[in-house]
């Protein structure tokens, strides 16, 4: 019987742009295809530590099985460590069709000034997105234009921290530092919002959601205690109250 081919993990070359780079990966990820049987082939635990979730992109390589959403999310950070130029943080959406609600996540990038996506969708238009967005929030109106195709409206957007480039980093992911009821929010506001929480990333003074305090301000370290996780239930909740 023949065995079925397993996709080779793209490697970077020096002699590739950073788009090209991007698109191998995005490839490797189509190659893998989208996972329609309605088993989840990889557990994927959110609140895991990086170095943990890395391990579980690498046992995606080994075993080449398809992917859903989330799992690209995972897969695409372990596949552009190493790129410091590149940022990655997660984009999540809470859509709403025909009476239901569903989720979607896709890693946003960030390069060179420029905002463009990974990920893996039944919708090819709502997972990679190409690095040619001049701003966040361009990026963020071309997926909710690409969901209106669909009819689903979106009622969420939220939007995570840089990922680090270390791959054993005992931190976990930051998935939602900035949460917006976008179907709440005029057009302007949420640009307004997004851009805001867009140039503090840039400038690297975001800290995950419960390191609000001053004194903490220069321990950045310190951010990898488990407990600091406690107080952004509360602030999260003011803030989708002021919205």
Same mark, same amino acid.
């Given at each position: 019987?023949?065995q079925p081919?397993?996709p080779?993990?793209p490697?970077y070359?020096?002699?590739m742009?950073i788009?090209?780079?991007l698109?191998a990966?995005?490839?490797y990820?189509?190659?893998l ?7 989840q082939f990889?557990?994927?635990r ?6 943990g979730l890395m391990?579980?992109?690498k046992?995606?390589? %080994?075993?080449?099985l398809?992917?859903? *959403? ?5 897969l695409?950070i !372990?596949?552009t460590?190493g790129?410091p130029?590149? &940022?990655?943080?997660?984009i999540?959406?809470k859509?709403?069709?025909?009476? @239901? ?9 960030? *390069? @060179?000034?420029? !905002? ?5 969708? %039944? %919708? ?6 190409p690095l040619?967005y001049?701003?966040?929030? /361009?990026l963020?109106?071309?997926?909710e /234009?690409?969901?209106k195709k !669909?009819l689903h ?9 840089y990922?680090?480039? &270390?791959?054993?980093?005992f931190q976990?992911?930051e998935?939602?530092q900035?949460?917006? @009821?976008?179907?709440k929010?005029? *057009?302007?506001e949420v ?5 805001k929480?867009?140039r503090?990333?840039r400038m690297?003074i975001l800290?995950?959601?419960s ?5 903490k &301000?220069?321990s950045?370290?310190?951010?990898l205690s488990p407990r600091r996780r406690?107080?952004?239930p509360? %602030?999260?909740?003011?803030r989708?109250d002021?919205?």
């Amino acid at each position: 019987c023949v065995q079925p081919s397993v996709p080779p993990v793209p490697n970077y070359k020096l002699s590739m742009s950073i788009p090209e780079w991007l698109q191998a990966i995005q490839n490797y990820m189509k190659m893998l295809q989208y996972n329609h049987t309605g088993t989840q082939f990889f557990e994927i635990r959110k609140s895991r530590p990086l170095s943990g979730l890395m391990e579980t992109a690498k046992e995606m390589t %080994r075993e080449s099985l398809p992917i859903k *959403c989330l799992e690209a999310v995972i897969l695409g950070i !372990y596949l552009t460590n190493g790129q410091p130029s590149v &940022e990655r943080f997660p984009i999540s959406f809470k859509t709403h069709f025909s009476g @239901n609600y569903f989720h979607h996540v896709v890693l946003g990038i960030y *390069c @060179n000034g420029r !905002y463009g996506s990974l990920g893996m969708s %039944r %919708r090819s238009d709502l997972m990679d997105k190409p690095l040619t967005y001049r701003t966040l929030s /361009d990026l963020i109106f071309e997926f909710e /234009d690409s969901y209106k195709k !669909y009819l689903h409206s979106v009622k969420k957007v939220k939007i995570g921290l840089y990922v680090p480039h &270390e791959p054993h980093s005992f931190q976990p992911i930051e998935w939602k530092q900035l949460v917006l @009821n976008v179907s709440k929010m005029m *057009c302007t506001e949420v640009r307004k919002e997004l851009e805001k929480f867009a140039r503090d990333m840039r400038m690297k003074i975001l800290k995950p959601s419960s390191a609000h305090s001053p004194m903490k &301000e220069r321990s950045r370290g310190k951010s990898l205690s488990p407990r600091r996780r406690q107080a952004s239930p509360q %602030r999260r909740a003011c803030r989708r109250d002021k919205s």
